[in-house]
């Protein structure tokens, strides 16, 4: 199907939710994805392109013709607008622009002024406001008169003063099921949140979590009404945030599926840098007491294990906190009963596997002292792992760096030079 | 304030959204916790109890009288109850049911009849129906009409046909602005999905992020429509399922930020204990090798550096690979194309990181058949590593295992083994 019939593609999809169809597109390898834009263009409307993921969107916009495209983003509300446009590069984008409409691009470049990942580039600029002595009856006939001004879907209607600043919200349901003589003040809900467009989307997504919000009033800097952001964005913000969390953990700096070869190297080949230099950094510690494995080489059968163990418990307890950080459980108030009960938790797994190890170790070189040497070793280094675990997330978040990104790598290097010293070292005074 | 004064605290939290208030008790420890439920069980109502996490609610439901959470119970949707509900234990459940008043112990019942982490679960009973042919007008005087039957909130209305089975959903907003005499069938959009009782709550949270869902109907066994889903509750599905992935990958059970120590260790312990039989096995590959350690020591200070970036690498094409299964964007269709570049990304990676490391370790120990050795084991044990993260996570899949549970053990299984093995064998043969 591939081989050049764009009509028998537009035929097959038709029907299609614009959802599946770009799920279809996805699958697709970039060369493919590169000829469906050049030879069915019109399979990518605005819905379809607002569904694919970026790294998809980014290939197939480069082969549409920015007339094209600017059609497509005038079919989206503005929110998805912009999510469309923001990712083109800037000279498509200028030529984009220039194809839409002098009062629709203003709208767009106010938009893309506010910076990325911010609830002004998500906000919606369409929403259903009304002052709060209008009542329940005046409110939905001028909605009905109001017709294709209003967004193409909303859930609530907000209720501004006077100085056009959103005091609260009113769910299109209970307006619905209200008699028509009632005020919109007296069923409103207050608006607990102000959000602005420079709010960070992490936070907003916490507020809709939080507060099971649907949908929320935006509000410029003299707190007049200025737009509206929905759950569904949100949901999007969410995945976005959580993946970017366990990437981040796991030292990739970004992903995507369709991403070459190149890219993938490009994104993970830093942290494996970084990761090259901590593992230096251990051998040098190994390399002080080469004397001692030279008289005993069990010292380096063994002390991989002390290491391996350190890091799997320092990444446990780096999880559960990244966690905690990322959803504002752990906070101030909690914060030193939290760092005690990781310290004691690694301590008592320390002295669990310091028994079973030690045992395995004896019988193994049937050395006791060894045994000795390699279950203190291990408390010592699961304690220390627990602590790090904890304490290198909350010191990034001190300094305003994102707990997940990096943490990994200061924890292993801990538990690496921690377990390796503590085991060479207790063994060197011990047993040489 | 904790010092007894029931009255006290709830004047002091009055005016606060149940989620502030929610938010605050679980800064407390637990003992706190208990005492405020014997105090002012009064804050404790059910919108305070339904935004509680599991593992507090789990201790302040134990020290409250059933009578008490069977009020509390009763005042939510019946979702929210069942959440509610289903976490008690056994016997203080009865006791709580024998306090419902018939009619909805029997919906309860039946709720948590479904398995856990279905849509059963989730579902509420509460909805608005109509049939297809009813107007626009004749909907919303119903609705009025209904007033208090209706669900607190909702966002669509379900067109049902003759045999009760929904056949489209009108968002509300949309009943809003069309004119009183337009027929539902007209405006209402197609169902395109079956959601029933016993789906998975992973795939209904992955519904209506694709298709942006803000409510979904759900059908009995026979198709007639039986309760609703809404966003909200999806959001929580989203975050709960995404930390149980991270904290699977990092080998952590289920963790709650309020366990004790012991529940702590409860929850690693196990997989420490799978991590300490792997780094034995890893270390009988290093115990093959002792004569080659003992002939040069250097083996021992550089083979930690092979196994680590091993793990590193193994552990980002493993965390892609996860999140790419969990959002279902890596299929059958792509998987091929998927798991070459995983391994041309771990080579690529190799025979940088060959480079630089065959620099280090000669001029280190001064030894460029050395150096030779540990570039070569770099490139195998880095191509290993990108298969083993791929491949891991999607055999597991296959045999219906939850691929982010256990498979960071399985590859740094590999990479230490293959790693280990692929440095001592070749020094062994080339250098001795």
Chains 1, 2 share one sequence.
């Not at 004397?291 to 391996?308: C, F, K, N, R, W």
């Not at 990034?396 to 060479?424: I, M, Q």
């Amino acid at each position: 199907i591939e081989e050049g019939d764009g009509a028998g593609i537009g035929r097959l999809l038709e029907g299609l939710h614009p959802a599946d169809i770009a799920d279809l597109i996805e699958q697709l390898n970039s060369e493919q994805q590169e000829k469906l834009a050049r030879i069915a263009p019109d399979v990518l409307t605005g819905d379809v392109l607002a569904n694919l993921q970026w790294d998809t969107r980014e290939v197939v916009a480069a082969e549409l013709d920015p007339a094209h495209l600017a059609a497509a983003i005038q079919e989206l509300d503005s929110d998805d607008a912009t999510l469309l446009i923001e990712e083109l590069d800037d000279a498509l984008r200028q030529q984009v622009l220039a194809e839409v409409p002098e009062e629709n691009r203003a709208a767009l470049e106010s938009s893309l002024s506010f910076d990325e990942e911010t609830a002004g580039r998500l906000m919606q600029r369409e929403f259903v406001a009304a002052p709060d002595f209008w009542t329940v009856g005046h409110t939905i006939d001028h909605m009905r008169a109001a017709g294709d001004e209003l967004p193409e879907l909303f859930f609530d209607v907000y209720v501004v003063n006077t100085g056009f600043e959103p005091v609260g919200a009113v769910p299109v349901s209970r307006l619905m099921r209200s008699r028509r003589d009632v005020k919109l003040a007296d069923i409103m809900e207050e608006v607990r949140i102000r959000i602005e467009p420079d709010t960070d989307q992490e936070d907003v997504a916490y507020y809709f979590e939080k507060y099971h919000l649907i949908s929320a009033p935006v509000v410029d800097a003299s707190g007049r009404l200025s737009g509206m952001l929905t759950v569904d964005d949100m949901v999007e913000v969410i995945q976005e945030e959580n993946k970017e969390d366990l990437l981040a953990l796991a030292g990739v700096n970004e992903a995507g599926l369709t991403d070459t070869v190149f890219e993938s190297v490009k994104s993970r080949a830093p942290w494996l840098l970084v990761n090259l230099g901590t593992a230096v950094l251990a051998s040098g510690v190994i390399a002080l007491f080469d004397a001692a494995i030279t008289q005993l080489v069990a010292l380096a059968v063994l002390m991989p294990i002390v290491a391996s163990m350190g890091g799997n418990a320092g990444t446990q307890s780096l999880a559960v906190a990244v966690r905690a950080i990322s959803s504002r459980d752990l906070t101030s108030a909690n914060a030193r009963r939290v760092i005690i009960r990781e310290m004691l938790t690694g301590t008592f797994n320390g002295l669990i596997f310091a028994v079973v190890m030690g045992v395995v170790a004896g019988l193994w070189f049937q050395n006791w002292a060894l045994a000795a040497v390699i279950a203190i070793a291990m408390v010592i280094n699961l304690a220390c792992a627990g602590l790090a675990g904890i304490l290198v997330p909350m010191g990034l978040k001190r300094f305003g760096a994102d707990p997940a990104v990096s943490s990994s790598v200061f924890v292993t290097t801990v538990t690496d030079v921690v377990g390796f010293f503590a085991f060479l070292g207790l063994a060197a005074m011990v047993l040489l």
